[in-house]
């Protein structure tokens, strides 16, 4: 799957979200990411484009 591309995340950062996933994302049954910026976006993207969906965002200022 290519997902370079898909916003300003460049390909050494897509190579790092596809150990994630492949490492560790199936094996949770809840998903929350840490923080809102372009890099939880775009793994929110990818993560999207593989049928998972994220059960919320941790911020600074609690839970979104």
Not at 6 to 22: R, T, V
Request: proline share 2%; hydrophobic share 35%; aromatic share 18%.
């Amino acid at each position: 799957m290519s997902l370079i591309g898909m916003g300003e995340i460049g390909k050494k950062d897509y190579e790092f979200m596809d150990y994630l996933f492949k490492e560790y994302i199936p094996s949770y049954n809840e998903l929350w990411l840490f923080g809102t910026g372009k890099y939880a976006l775009a793994f929110t993207k990818y993560l999207s484009t593989c049928g998972i969906s994220v059960d919320g965002y941790v911020t600074s200022e609690g839970g979104v």
